[in-house]
């Protein structure tokens, strides 16, 4: 017999939970496939990536509010339980009864009544926390870099910011992309017949934007894979990109040939944590430093490409400073040869010649954007 539709939708849960926090896979890969085989109706799915998404968000929270009455090393499954029944109790709306009922519901075996007795002691003690890292649920180095480059209550309020669900945005054409990278794509000021490279495209939410105004935009990425999802929603959203597969450090593009050249560059993602919530737990600290490195000698590679009265605009969806106020220097320090346009208005802030948006200011991603224009 077909068990509750919300004990389902726990143990559908606690199954993705584990795929991704015990097996390394990427949540916005291994979610969807579960989904589909899961038989669940469209409400069902989404409340399953609700709390997906919300468990692994307030993974390190949940572990020390459920690590108070744990004294033994338990299996990935317990595990991913617990975490669920703890986020439920303390992060959503669902009544506490419901909570462990239907959590405790999805497990299976001998395990049911240690999570049942677990949880319930998690419902009946108060919520404390031993620092501020664990009661926001990063790691303790991304609370520390955000803090010391935004400065404290900045950073807290942009990390608490990140805690929340999203909001979907729809372009016209279908597209779901955030305002932030959609305000991006606008600030690379396109006409019809400009030619435009984007040298680190993949997936193609920019560069089918930037298409959307008539311009021949050159769509590049370094992975055949990444650039095949370029090629679909080229094909899903009705443009023509000429798309190829390519080192953005060693574009080989000609010299000199674009009217604009986006470089959205990787980085390490520290503005879009609410959309990748398990991008928190996989970074390390060097990632920074290391991302910003690659930085520099994309843009370097970029500067090249642009004509002259053209433009060079640089993005990350991050707020780190060596990923942002970093590479503007480095730009100012070696490519003189480009000079600032104003930076964007409100919800930017000024940062260094660029613009900065934070996640609280518009409920958005966090995005850092520079516009250069080639003398």
């Not at 584990?18 to 109706?41: E, K, Q, T």
């Not at 239907?102 to 926390?129: H, K, Q, S």
């Not at 900045?154 to 779901?176: C, F, H, K, Q, W």
């Not at 430093?289 to 970029?302: K, N, S, T, Y």
């Amino acid at each position: 017999m077909r068990p509750p539709a919300g004990v389902e939708v726990r143990r559908v849960a606690i199954s993705a939970l584990v795929r991704i926090s015990a097996d390394g896979a990427y949540a916005n890969l291994a979610l969807p496939p579960i989904l589909a085989r899961s038989g669940l109706d469209g409400r069902d799915r989404a409340l399953v990536t609700d709390l997906v998404y919300g468990t692994l968000r307030m993974q390190r929270a949940c572990d020390h509010l459920v690590d108070r009455f744990v004294v033994r090393d338990v299996d990935p499954d317990v595990r991913a339980a617990l975490r669920l029944g703890a986020y439920q109790l303390t992060f959503s709306e669902v009544p506490a009864h419901a909570a462990v009922s239907t959590t405790v519901g999805a497990v299976g075996g001998r395990a049911r009544g240690f999570v049942n007795a677990i949880l319930r002691r998690v419902a009946a003690a108060p919520v404390e926390y031993p620092d501020e890292a664990t009661r926001l649920s990063y790691p303790d180095w991304v609370v520390e870099r955000l803090t010391a480059d935004l400065g404290h209550d900045t950073a807290v309020e942009a990390l608490e910011t990140m805690n929340r669900r999203p909001e979907v945005s729809t372009r016209s054409d279908g597209y779901i992309q955030d305002r932030a990278s959609q305000w991006v794509a606008d600030l690379v000021d396109a006409d019809a017949g400009d030619r435009i490279a984007d040298l680190c495209s993949a997936p193609g939410g920019k560069a089918t934007a930037l298409a959307h105004t008539g311009a021949r935009v050159v769509a590049a990425d370094l992975r055949p894979a990444r650039v095949g999802l370029v090629r679909d929603n080229a094909e899903r959203t009705e443009v023509d990109l000429d798309i190829l597969v390519t080192d953005a450090t060693r574009p080989g593009l000609r010299p000199a040939a674009f009217d604009r050249v986006l470089v959205d560059a990787p980085c390490s993602g520290l503005g879009v944590l609410r959309r990748r919530p398990d991008a928190r737990w996989r970074l390390d600290a060097a990632a920074v430093e290391r991302l910003a490195e690659l930085q520099r000698r994309i843009v370097d590679a970029a500067a090249e490409l642009v004509r002259p009265g053209g433009l060079l605009v640089y993005s990350v969806c991050t707020l780190t400073g060596p990923e942002t106020l970093g590479v503007d220097d480095h730009l100012a320090t070696h490519h003189p040869e480009f000079e600032p346009l104003d930076p964007p208005d409100a919800p930017w802030i000024p940062h260094g010649r660029g613009g900065l948006l934070l996640p609280q200011a518009a409920d958005t991603d966090g995005m850092m954007v520079l516009r250069l224009r080639r003398r």
